[in-house]
């Protein structure tokens, strides 16, 4: 082609197409309008795109103000802008949260999705004297898939529980206690380890 269009011109047609090249989601035409008025910064660009063959204009819709032109991808400029677009850029890497998002449903949250064995708060005593425990039930435990559950007359105190802290008249104290009786829990599960390691040579 004869007096090949500039970036900015092939740019125009592009946003007159609605086409976005730097986006996937973006690469298909779905108008083909261009609204400019007297002294509209890109009236040159467009111009040049009509003598050249690869746009058109006409008077704008009776709604817009008549001193403006509205302009056009012609087909043979629809084709030309098509051809110019670049290869679409490569998809974002999916992350362990989109996987979740496709599939939330089935899930109570995140940490749920990520198999995270969560801890959660128990609750016994009625309101005047109300005390609270944070507990982790061992993987595998039917308990463990409710993510909060605050009354413990609802579970059996006979469900075997991983880690628990001591019953206390807040949540808050309820938490520093569960952390220290896990920051004990690790440290006896790290040297159950290293016995075994002695033991068997590994």
């Not at 730097?22 to 083909?32: K, L, Q």
């Not at 529980?161 to 952390?179: D, F, L, Q, R």
Request: aromatic share 14%.
């Amino acid at each position: 082609m004869n007096n090949k269009p500039t970036d900015a011109q092939v740019g125009l047609l592009w946003h007159t197409l609605g086409l976005r090249p730097d986006c996937r989601d973006s690469r298909h035409v779905y108008r083909n309008r261009f609204l400019a008025g007297p002294g509209h910064s890109d009236m040159p660009d467009l111009e040049a795109l009509v003598a050249v063959g690869l746009m058109g204009s006409r008077k704008p819709p009776g709604f817009c103000d008549q001193s403006e032109i509205l302009y056009f991808a012609t087909e043979v400029g629809e084709r030309f802008a098509i051809a110019e677009m670049p290869p679409a850029p490569p998809p974002p890497k999916r992350t362990k949260f989109d996987a979740y998002l496709d599939e939330c449903e089935c899930y109570d949250g995140f940490t749920h999705f990520l198999g995270i064995n969560q801890p959660m708060f128990q609750q016994r005593g009625d309101w005047r004297n109300r005390e609270y425990r944070m507990v982790r039930y061992p993987r595998g435990s039917a308990y463990r898939q409710y993510r909060r559950h605050y009354s413990f007359s609802q579970w059996s105190p006979y469900e075997t529980i991983e880690v628990a802290g001591e019953w206390a008249p807040t949540m808050k104290a309820a938490k520093a206690s569960y952390k220290v009786a896990l920051k004990e829990y690790r440290k006896h599960t790290r040297y159950s380890a290293n016995d075994f390691d002695q033991a068997y040579g590994t």
